[in-house]
């Protein structure tokens, strides 16, 4: 066995193709497999077609949510464990349980396989990516143990001993920031309870912090000796979290369809979960196609945001989102270098953010134009939709299982995109190579 996959990694390392490439087919194997698996008929109940299977297994590799059949109610409870595999290997990253395969069997991992794992990882360099693995799957499996038994006291009385599947699946789910549930209202029928409203935003807080500010919290325990990546982050996602749930009470506390008919307990709790929750986490208290125009532009842009970098959240990044605030100062204050903490960040940080800021607006709006082609007089949902499945959220306004076959692919090609992340794809159409020409400055006027 060992020698078979430590074989199949060979060959598939050993093909002449780009780590972001290689990542890309890998992710692409495992939806496709995913797909057979949960149209095999003990995987669903009647009338799963193999579009809807393959729409679903996108979704959950992907860890967006977006489903165009109700979860609990379509699979089996075979086909619900293969969904929250398909989540756990999709959230953590393939690389990520190959190499723990690769060292649980003694085999050492090569280089290729180290150049595979850091794309997969979003990191910038080789070193320590096996420990930084092994911090990965003891902050995941910690975070999910404690958080499925939590809910356990929530799920288990109402549901009986079928409610520790269901604490499991959500705790999974929630850390992994996927936004399956296996309730066809997902958790609005818990919008006041204190336990749900605690353990499953803090398990998608979590995972959306990031793997490397986890464990640089957990080693440090110090904010002076944090590094910058974990400063950025956390003031980052403070700041936009308190955003998202002070705008959202504000928005919607008169809404009859949200949180109009709520007691003041319950707005409170609803709209601290519907502020976090656009942070990719995709799980909703309150009916999300109910909500103002001026809160569903709030939870694009938190959407289009997303968490943080090697976490199990999509979206272009805080992180980003802050590197270019810091070059917007830079600019006005006619600095050539970003400072920050003590810090600076330097042209090549600057760049690398305007493009992948750049390619995902881009993906974003083109998916809008070519689907309102077909969906004409449905722009907010259609939007709406575009953005979750980009930002692998999940939240939905009920727009994406009335999309025709185009524009359930389009969708699938925005999960699978936001996951893979936009840089891979802009990997393919920028080529490294020393100019061979010098050419005389220009000048462009802008503004």
Aim: overall charge neutral; proline content about 3%.
């Amino acid at each position: 066995m060992a020698s078979a996959f430590r074989h199949v990694l060979g060959r598939l390392s050993g093909l002449h193709l780009p780590p972001p490439a290689l990542l890309m087919a890998f992710y692409f194997g495992l939806i496709v497999t995913g797909a057979l698996l949960l149209w095999l008929p003990p995987s669903h109940r009647e009338g799963l077609t193999l579009a809807d299977a393959v729409f679903t297994s996108t979704s959950a590799v992907t860890v967006t949510g977006l489903s165009v059949v109700d979860t609990g109610a379509a699979f089996t409870g075979f086909g619900q464990a293969v969904i929250a595999v398909l989540i756990q290997l999709g959230g953590l990253g393939l690389m990520t349980f190959a190499v723990l395969v690769l060292g649980a069997l003694g085999i050492p991992v090569g280089m290729p396989q180290r150049l595979i794992l850091r794309e997969d990882l979003n990191q910038t360099s080789l070193s320590n990516l096996t420990v930084l693995t092994r911090i990965i799957f003891v902050i995941a499996f910690a975070c999910e143990a404690v958080g499925a038994l939590l809910l356990c006291f929530v799920f288990v009385p109402e549901f009986g001993w079928s409610g520790v599947w269901q604490a499991v699946f959500h705790a999974v789910s929630a850390f992994n920031n996927a936004g399956f549930s296996l309730f066809s209202d997902n958790l609005t029928g818990w919008v006041g309870d204190p336990v749900v409203n605690i353990v499953v935003p803090l398990l998608f807080i979590l995972g959306g912090l990031g793997f490397i500010v986890v464990g640089d919290i957990y080693q440090k325990r110090n904010w002076r000796a944090l590094t910058l990546h974990s400063k950025l982050m956390l003031i980052g996602t403070a700041l936009l979290i308190a955003w998202g749930t002070v705008m959202f009470a504000l928005l919607e506390w008169c809404n009859p369809g949200t949180l109009g008919g709520l007691t003041t307990g319950e707005k409170l709790w609803a709209s601290w979960f519907q502020g976090v929750t656009p942070r990719t986490a995709g799980f909703n208290t309150v009916d999300t196609a109910a909500m103002h125009d001026s809160t569903t532009i709030l939870t694009m842009t938190l959407m289009l945001v997303g968490g943080g970098s090697t976490s199990t959240a999509g979206g272009i990044k805080v992180t980003t989102l802050f590197v270019l605030v810091l070059a917007t100062i830079a600019f006005f204050k006619r600095r050539e270098t970003l400072h920050a903490f003590g810090r600076s960040l330097g042209l090549e940080e600057v760049m690398k953010v305007m493009a992948l800021t750049t390619i995902s607006l881009l993906l974003v709006f083109s998916a809008m134009f070519v689907i309102s082609i077909s969906h004409d007089g449905e722009f907010t949902d259609l939007a709406f939709e575009v953005t979750s499945a980009f930002g692998t959220v999940g939240l939905s306004r009920g727009a994406t299982a009335e999309l025709d076959g185009l524009g359930r692919a389009i969708v699938m090609a925005l999960m699978y995109f936001g996951r893979v992340g936009p840089l891979a794809l802009g990997f393919f159409l920028a080529t490294r190579s020393v100019p061979r020409v010098r050419y005389p400055a220009g000048q462009v006027y802008l503004g």
